[in-house]
Nanobody, 123 residues
Framework: QVQLVESGGGSVQAGGSLRLSCGVSGYTYSRYCMGWFRQAPGKEHEGVAAIDSDGSTTYTDSVKGRFTISKDNAKNTLYLQMNSLKPEDTGMYYC?????????????????WGKGTLVTISS
C-alpha cells in the first residue's frame, strides 16, 4: 500500500523559506511522477511542481525561480524547497505520485496522495 506523508509546513513571514518533505513508502513501481499541489482558501487545487524518474522537472509559472522540487531516492523522500515566500503561497500543500502521469500532465490526475501540510505566509 502506497503511503505519502508530508511534513515541514508552518508559518513564516513573507520573504522567508520553508522546505516541505514527503516520505514515500510502499511504492514499488519502476517509474514515477511525483508532484506538489496546493489549495488556498477559496481557490482551486493547483499543481505547483513535479519531477519524474528521469529527473525532469516542471513548475507552475508563479513559483518559477523561487521553488525547487527534488527527490532523494535513497531516502524515498520528495522535497519542495520554497524561497522568497509570498502571502499568495499560503495554502495546504499536498504530495502526490503516479506511475502513469508525466510532468506534462501531472495536474490532471495522480494516483496516490498525502494528507497535506499547511503553509501560512504572513505579510
Amino acid at each position: 500500500q502506497v503511503q505519502l506523508v508530508e511534513s515541514g509546513g508552518g508559518s513564516v513571514q513573507a520573504g522567508g523559506s520553508l522546505r516541505l518533505s514527503c516520505g514515500v513508502s510502499g511504492y514499488t513501481y519502476s517509474r514515477y511522477c511525483m508532484g506538489w499541489f496546493r489549495q488556498a482558501p477559496g481557490k482551486e487545487h493547483e499543481g505547483v511542481a513535479a519531477i519524474d524518474s528521469d529527473g525532469s522537472t516542471t513548475y507552475t509559472d508563479s513559483v518559477k525561480g523561487r521553488f525547487t522540487i527534488s527527490k532523494d531516492n535513497a531516502k524515498n523522500t520528495l522535497y519542495l524547497q520554497m524561497n522568497s515566500l509570498k502571502p499568495e503561497d499560503t495554502g495546504m500543500y499536498y504530495c502526490a505520485a503516479s506511475p502513469f502521469a508525466t510532468i506534462s500532465d501531472y495536474y490532471y490526475g495522480m494516483d496516490y496522495w498525502g494528507k497535506g501540510t499547511l503553509v501560512t505566509i504572513s505579510s
